[in-house]
T-cell receptor
């Protein structure tokens, strides 16, 4: 079956760096997305990787290794507003999105 | 403001009742989706529509129906609600089907008693 794994919860300190990992096993691969979801709100798009390597966008970066079925989201200079759930999703060979359960990130002062 | 509008925001419903969740987008996106989100689980696709006039079943379609009469509207109907349909429902859209970025509505919180 198709599966996406990410940690349930992580805690980090304001100003620090945190890495949220995502591993996937899917029928084919056509891209990996990261979304941010604040409590009680809708998910919003953060990043998209389809080729191996690092994509940097301000304080956020996303890495992909297709051979390892692995991605991570790196958040630098953490701010309190980064407290949210981070959702990893993979597009399979049928272009269907498979979602992970999300990682709840708690930022402490 | 461009985006997706969902209604109602929240609803408590007696089991056995019929309920329609409304979704309207003004971005002229071709593809639309309905997801449910439950604690500890990833977003699960209920139904989708790649273009106006067509619909398809997602991962958890039982007990739900959709229609796509035009580009903008994609209502989700629960014919006879059951407690297991208590969830947060998100409507989303993308420019086209495939590996495209999704834009989500604010969600509809449904409680079935």
């Amino acid at each position: 079956g198709q599966n996406i794994d990410q940690p349930t919860e992580m805690t980090a300190t304001e100003g620090a760096i945190v890495q949220i990992n995502c591993t996937y096993q899917t029928s084919g691969f056509n891209g990996l997305f990261w979304y941010q979801q604040h409590a009680g709100e809708a998910p919003t798009f953060l990043s998209y990787n389809v080729l191996d390597g690092l994509e940097e966008k301000g304080r956020f970066s996303s890495f992909l290794s297709r051979s390892k079925g692995y991605s991570y989201l790196l958040l630098k200079e953490l701010q309190m507003k980064d407290s949210a759930s981070y959702l990893c999703a993979v597009t399979d060979s049928n272009y269907q999105l498979i979602w992970g359960a999300g990682t709840k990130l708690i930022i402490k002062p | 403001i461009a985006g997706i509008t969902q209604a109602p925001t929240s609803q408590i419903l007696a089991a056995g009742r019929r309920m329609t969740l409304r979704c309207t987008q003004d971005m002229r996106h071709n593809a639309m989706y309905w997801y449910r989100q439950d604690l500890g689980l990833g977003l699960r696709l209920i139904h989708y529509s790649n273009t106006a006039g067509t619909t398809g079943k997602g991962e958890v379609p039982d007990g739900y129906s959709v229609s796509r009469a035009n580009t903008d509207d994609f209502p989700l109907t629960l014919a006879s609600a059951v407690p297991s349909q208590t969830s947060v429902y998100f409507c989303a859209s993308s420019l086209s089907a495939g590996a495209n970025v999704l834009t989500f509505g604010a969600g509809s919180r449904l409680t079935v008693l």
